[in-house]
């Protein structure tokens, strides 16, 4: 069971390079803009003291919330990009097998449709998720060194002003924590996705996202409710109860709009994993994601291609 | 050697239509049975269901299993070939033998390495820059290369050339068979695989209409070819098909003596392709 889990998710990154290439061009991307932001600023450096990450004249701590801050605003973007490939991912995982027949072959292995279907769903809540945190990480890993080298041609010392002030611990365990529970909180649409995916004989994207429109519409046409809609917006990803109610004023200063963060900032204290895991639309969900998955694997098992 | 397949009253039905109707039949060790059949007869139904692709009514047992329920514990010991363009077009030449290794208990990658060693077929090429005849000389490399009791094959060589057909075959005979396992076959090309068959099993509209051995079917059905006064007479013995070739009337019959119907005129046995068509021409 287990040996066939490792080789039917090195199957799907074989059949899908878009999964580990878009993270990895993502991050050189990322890096080329930083280089570029970071030579441009050079330019007029006569102010700017050593640039935004190379700040003498801020405290440790200010500078490692300013690190934290930025490789944070970085991270954003690989968990969109991430979000965006699972949902590809997921709708073109049963459907492409059946459209060029290769089902066929696949369903000639000793291999169970549980197990394959099992597999779709890792790679999408577990393997996608691992591979964006270890973009994520090397791409911070990438842009301190750029601006450790840019530090260091300026005669100040990068171990001092970056290495040592950057919060990377806290940074990557605050990111961990929350790219696991967005997946895990978006983890119904996923099973939703493959089920379309293994149903549908055409366009899996508009069957897809199609129902998840018209059916709240035509709940409040024809019953004048939303039940549907409250539902599907209470599970969309800025709802996620992951966030302590951070007071916005402990972070900023009012008066001179500069982060006040002199005693630094933690993102892992922003997180509140108690109340995520307590939240009964997180279990709900899971149990919807379950159903959904089973679902998908019974359409495997029993569709006809006749 | 024991019975491989087991039908009892099998049937699947799409709607209305019912693509296998009540059939019932075995396939023993060892053999090599052609299931030949016109197009929508129910052959490709038939195969799915034994290979637990589609369930199906009745009982059906495949090395004592039943497919359906136990379709992964059965691909342990079966190997099929569907049609030409089912592996993957993506997917890698080693991948592809990486990933049978990995999941399938009986397969010798060396056995697969050495067969595709004698053919065009390189490790690092894609299938889709394969072509068909490669295709498939890949996907019957790996198979033999899997210790299977049963293999099937449905319209295996489909839009391969005439060299590859042949080709086909004989490595089907020379690298696959050993006279223990077993294969069952479905093609339009009868012809190229009569001389392979041990058994053969005719389906039309659903329903099995011949279940024999080839070694059984000379003395079970005579080609009469006559003409003139002669036919009157013949087609009292009641022939179950008649055609013409050449002016003269060739009829076909199933249980009367060879004997009896040299008086005639000329007897021969019929060759599967026109026997096909005389039992399905026949019983419309």
């Given at each position: 069971?287990?040996?066939?889990?490792?080789a039917?998710?090195?199957?799907e990154?074989?059949?899908?390079?878009?999964?580990?290439?878009?993270?990895?061009?993502?991050?050189?991307?990322?890096v080329?803009i930083?280089m570029?932001?970071?030579?441009?600023?050079?330019?007029?450096?006569?102010?700017?003291?050593?640039?935004?990450?190379?700040?003498?004249?801020?405290?440790?701590?200010?500078?490692?919330?300013?690190?934290?801050a930025?490789?944070?605003?970085?991270?954003?973007?690989?968990?969109?990009?991430?979000?965006?490939?699972?949902?590809?991912?997921?709708?073109?995982?049963?459907?492409?097998?059946?459209?060029?027949?290769?089902?066929?072959?696949w369903?000639?292995?000793?291999?169970?449709?549980?197990?394959?279907?099992?597999?779709?769903?890792?790679?999408?809540?577990?393997?996608?998720?691992?591979?964006?945190?270890?973009?994520i990480?090397?791409?911070?890993?990438?842009?301190?060194?750029?601006?450790?080298v840019?530090?260091?041609?300026?005669?100040?010392?990068?171990?001092?002003?970056?290495w040592?002030?950057?919060?990377?611990?806290?940074?990557?365990?605050?990111?961990?924590?929350?790219?696991?529970?967005?997946?895990?909180?978006?983890?119904?649409?996923?099973?939703?996705?493959?089920?379309?995916?293994?149903?549908?004989?055409?366009s899996?994207?508009?069957?897809?996202i199609?129902?998840?429109?018209v059916?709240p519409?035509?709940?409040?046409?024809?019953?004048?409710?939303t039940?549907?809609?409250?539902?599907?917006?209470?599970?969309?990803?800025?709802?996620?109860?992951?966030?302590?109610?951070?007071?916005?004023?402990?972070l900023?200063?009012?008066?001179?709009?500069?982060i006040?963060?002199?005693?630094?900032?933690?993102?892992?204290?922003?997180?509140?994993?108690?109340?995520?895991?307590?939240?009964?639309?997180?279990?709900l969900?899971?149990?919807?994601?379950?159903?959904?998955?089973?679902a998908?694997?019974?359409?495997?098992r029993?569709?006809d291609?006749? | 050697?024991?019975?491989?397949?087991?039908?009892?009253?099998?049937?699947k039905?799409?709607?209305?239509?019912?693509?296998?109707?009540?059939?019932?039949?075995?396939i023993?060790?060892?053999?090599?049975?052609?299931?030949?059949?016109?197009?929508?007869a129910?052959k490709?139904t038939?195969?799915?269901a034994?290979?637990?692709?589609?369930?199906?009514?009745?009982?059906?047992?495949?090395?004592?299993?039943?497919?359906f329920?136990?379709?992964?514990?059965?691909?342990?010991?079966?190997?099929f070939?569907?049609?030409?363009?089912?592996?993957?077009?993506?997917?890698?030449?080693?991948?592809?033998?990486?990933?049978?290794?990995?999941?399938?208990?009986?397969?010798?990658?060396?056995?697969?390495?050495?067969?595709?060693?004698?053919?065009?077929?390189?490790?690092?090429?894609?299938?889709?820059?394969?072509?068909?005849?490669?295709?498939?000389?890949?996907?019957?490399s790996?198979?033999?290369?899997?210790?299977?009791?049963?293999?099937?094959?449905?319209e295996?060589?489909?839009?391969?050339?005439?060299?590859?057909?042949?080709?086909?075959?004989?490595?089907?005979?020379?690298?696959?068979?050993?006279?223990?396992?077993?294969?069952?076959?479905?093609?339009h090309?009868?012809?190229e695989?009569?001389?392979?068959?041990?058994?053969v099993?005719?389906?039309?509209?659903?329903?099995?209409?011949?279940?024999?051995?080839?070694?059984s079917?000379?003395?079970?059905?005579?080609?009469?070819?006559?003409s003139?006064?002669?036919?009157e007479e013949?087609?009292?013995?009641?022939?179950f098909?008649?055609?013409?070739?050449?002016?003269?009337?060739?009829?076909?019959?199933?249980?009367?003596?060879?004997?009896?119907?040299?008086?005639?005129g000329?007897?021969?046995?019929?060759?599967?392709a026109?026997?096909?068509?005389?039992?399905i021409?026949?019983?419309?």
């Amino acid at each position: 069971m287990l040996g066939n889990q490792v080789a039917l998710i090195r199957r799907e990154l074989w059949e899908h390079r878009s999964l580990y290439v878009v993270p990895a061009v993502l991050g050189i991307i990322v890096v080329l803009i930083q280089m570029t932001v970071q030579t441009a600023v050079s330019v007029f450096d006569t102010h700017i003291d050593m640039a935004l990450l190379g700040a003498t004249n801020i405290g440790p701590n200010e500078r490692g919330a300013i690190i934290s801050a930025l490789l944070s605003g970085f991270s954003i973007v690989f968990v969109i990009v991430m979000l965006v490939l699972i949902g590809f991912y997921t709708l073109d995982s049963l459907y492409a097998e059946r459209k060029d027949k290769s089902i066929l072959f696949w369903r000639s292995m000793p291999v169970t449709d549980t197990e394959t279907v099992l597999s779709k769903l890792l790679t999408a809540l577990f393997v996608i998720p691992v591979i964006t945190l270890a973009a994520i990480a090397a791409t911070h890993i990438l842009i301190l060194f750029v601006t450790s080298v840019w530090v260091g041609m300026r005669g100040a010392s990068a171990w001092h002003l970056i290495w040592s002030a950057a919060p990377l611990f806290d940074t990557w365990s605050a990111t961990s924590i929350f790219v696991v529970a967005l997946t895990l909180w978006m983890s119904p649409f996923v099973a939703w996705f493959l089920l379309v995916s293994a149903y549908t004989n055409r366009s899996p994207l508009l069957m897809a996202i199609l129902p998840l429109i018209v059916l709240p519409l035509l709940e409040k046409i024809l019953l004048k409710s939303t039940i549907l809609a409250d539902a599907l917006m209470s599970k969309s990803a800025v709802h996620m109860p992951i966030f302590k109610n951070v007071d916005l004023e402990t972070l900023v200063n009012k008066e001179t709009l500069t982060i006040a963060a002199e005693n630094g900032i933690s993102l892992l204290s922003m997180l509140d994993v108690g109340r995520f895991v307590s939240s009964p639309s997180l279990w709900l969900g899971l149990v919807v994601c379950g159903l959904l998955t089973t679902a998908a694997m019974y359409v495997r098992r029993f569709r006809d291609e006749n | 050697m024991s019975s491989v397949v087991i039908a009892q009253h099998v049937s699947k039905a799409f709607g209305s239509t019912k693509a296998v109707d009540d059939v019932s039949f075995s396939i023993e060790g060892g053999r090599i049975t052609g299931l030949i059949g016109p197009n929508g007869a129910g052959k490709t139904t038939l195969l799915k269901a034994v290979l637990g692709l589609t369930d199906c009514e009745g009982t059906l047992s495949v090395l004592g299993l039943d497919p359906f329920r136990q379709r992964k514990e059965l691909m342990q010991n079966i190997c099929f070939i569907a049609d030409v363009a089912v592996l993957p077009r993506w997917i890698r030449v080693s991948q592809l033998l990486d990933f049978v290794e990995a999941v399938h208990p009986n397969f010798s990658r060396k056995k697969a390495e050495d067969l595709l060693q004698q053919t065009k077929v390189s490790a690092g090429a894609k299938v889709r820059q394969l072509s068909k005849g490669m295709v498939t000389q890949l996907h019957l490399s790996i198979i033999t290369a899997i210790d299977a009791k049963l293999l099937i094959l449905d319209e295996p060589t489909l839009g391969l050339d005439i060299i590859f057909r042949k080709e086909f075959y004989s490595n089907l005979l020379n690298d696959y068979f050993d006279g223990e396992r077993t294969i069952v076959i479905t093609t339009h090309q009868v012809e190229e695989i009569e001389n392979l068959l041990t058994d053969v099993m005719f389906i039309n509209d659903g329903k099995i209409v011949l279940d024999a051995s080839m070694e059984s079917l000379p003395e079970q059905f005579v080609e009469l070819m006559t003409s003139g006064e002669s036919v009157e007479e013949a087609r009292k013995l009641g022939p179950f098909h008649e055609r013409e070739v050449f002016g003269k009337n060739v009829l076909t019959f199933d249980g009367i003596s060879r004997e009896k119907l040299s008086s005639f005129g000329e007897v021969r046995t019929p060759g599967i392709a026109d026997l096909f068509v005389a039992k399905i021409k026949g019983a419309a």
